[in-house]
């Protein structure tokens, strides 16, 4: 079995057998095959895709190539959802909570930001004592009590991804959706959990930029989970405009916080409500239309919030951050910028939105960049809104007033302001 064989066998349509998929693994890791051999097999399947058979072998493959978490000493069903990022997107912090407070299980390892999307760790961080790094026996133990826990990616997790993913970055096959939807799926078959929630993002904002491939995407993700015998389900959400109304780590905690307590932004409500009812149906615990009563009766009472307290203080964070948010990081300078022509927002070009709010310190250009956990964007107006001139359609947090003017250049160039008035989308655009 030699590599040149195999990459000619995929070159010309063919169907690599599982075990040479595996050898093409463990060669690669162990680096017995070349990093040129490895990018031509890379382009190969670029051009002629895989089949579901050899996707589902070459994820668990790349799964395996690392440290596979288990999670069997926690009973019940435990359930993880992954997002392909966005801007604005705290979804993961109400989540895991919310689904908890339902009687779910979330074992949840997540990732830091990069660009114009945020991470989950980052905005973690933010939150005064809050560990992010735990030993797994700790990890475990909290969701035994507790029910929830969201760490760093710990360990390795799918080293054989990370070695493709700085191959492909060079050699033009990031943009491959079967090498896309394996690269994610290996990580989350190697946290773990027995069902997985997909959110993947669509538009201006996102990794996937038209319905029809974020499906496709969506599909190959769902098969690749079901081939090794996970639950899946796939939902589309709109990320052609940023999530909530705050983009910034402390800033959208603080809007994690209104969210569980009811008072969130009705964009933001409505996708984690209606995300946690998947996962709690995943997860066994009654149909979808019983688990959304229940998630929405659980921002209600407050039982989400609690268990979002119970998290904090359980991962060493100060726990009165929930009623008194300014114990958080804030800024020293705000800057609104004001409406100069009327009519209703028609468009935000998203990953610009991102890239502003980078810009202002809430995120990172490079893995070595420090963020500023303060910093970032409250937007007063969004798409569908009507804009008079003068109205403040945004406030940019910083703690260095220099970088204002930049950020708000970028802002102000993101939207798009006419004179009709725009029909708004329901941001749940399909499922798998
Ligand atoms: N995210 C990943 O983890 N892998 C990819 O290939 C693309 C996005």
Known sequence: MRMYDMIVKKRNGGELADQEIQAIIDGYVGGIIPDYQMSALLMAIYFQGMTNRELGTLTMAMAKSGDMVDLSSIDGIKVDKHSTGGVGDKTTLVLAPLVAACGGKVAKMSGRGLGHTGGTVDKMESIPGMRVEMDEQDFLRQVRKIGVSVIGQSGELAPADKKLYALRDVTGTVESIPLIASSIMSKKLAAGSDAILLDVKVGSGAFMKNIDDAHTLAEVMV??????GRRMKALLTDMDCPLGVSIGNALEVKEVIETLSGHGPSDLEHECVTMAAHMLELSN????????????????DGSALRKFQDMIIAQGGNGEVIYDTSLLPGATYTYDIKATKCG????????EIGLAAVQLGAGRATKEDTIDFGAGIVMAKKTGDAVQVGEILATLYANDESLFERAADVYVQALTIGADPVELQNPILGMV
């Open 223 to 228: 098969r690749i989970g079901q081939h090794n």
């Open 285 to 300: 615990l009654g149909t979808y239309d019983a688990c959304l009563a229940k998630a929405k009766q659980a921002l209600f």
């Open 344 to 351: 209703y927002i028609q468009h935000m070009q998203t990953e």
